[in-house]
């Protein structure tokens, strides 16, 4: 999944994985779990992450690496936020080589910045499960700070206040959108519109990946 911080990658990528059973693998999310357990790779990662900026590309193609090798893998998976640069790509492309598999498809959420600003300074996110995600404005809690689903306590995340979000965006256009055009080149790349409703976004996608996956079966 490839498209700019707040373009709803990890809500369409859950969704996938309900739809298709594909293992989704966000790195963010892991990041995030490894700083909640205050690992000595969480207390890295979270100073650059905090600072909206990129965890350096040997720990993070470490961990996806043996994440995709896992047999959970197997049948199929999501990279969510990963690659975020030129260097992950070609790590990417190296170990899925090295495993003999091949990427199906680099689905580009696109999003304008101003709606991602506003989109992101309203997002909150459960404690307990980071999958769980609402917007004050969009997508409301029934009560206010709780989530519906288990009732933990929601929270905004550290760097999904407006000056982090910016540089996080400055951040996706000098290093992650030139991977838009390698994907294209490559031809994977599949585009949607992140400014349609989350339901209507995820029956475009599922659509695209029901069709590649007939094509891969044929
Ligand atoms: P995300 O939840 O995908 O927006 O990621 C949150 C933060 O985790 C980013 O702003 C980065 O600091 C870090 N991060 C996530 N994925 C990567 C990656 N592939 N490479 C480097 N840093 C990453």
Known sequence: MLGPPGAGKGTQAERL?????????????ILRAEVAADTPLGTEARRYMDAGELVPDEVIVG?????????????????????????????????????ERRLTAALLIEMPD?????????????????????????????????CDQDGARLVQRDDDR???????????HAQTEPLIDHYDHAGLLRRFDGNRNANEVHAHIRATVATLRLEEEL
């Open 17 to 29: 994985h309900e739809d298709f059973g594909l293992l989704h693998i966000a790195t963010g999310d």
């Open 63 to 99: 961990m996806i690496t043996q994440r995709i090798s896992g047999g959970d893998a197997r049948d199929g998976f999501l990279l969510d936020g990963f690659p975020r640069n030129e260097r992950q790509a070609d790590a990417l492309a190296e170990a899925l080589e090295q495993l």
């Open 114 to 146: 101003e709606a991602l600003v506003r989109r992101l300074t309203g997002r909150r996110m459960c404690v307990k499960n980071p999958t769980h995600i609402y917007h004050v404005e969009f997508d409301p809690p029934k009560h206010a700070d709780v």
């Open 162 to 172: 407006e000056e982090t979000i910016r540089h996080r965006l400055q951040v996706y």
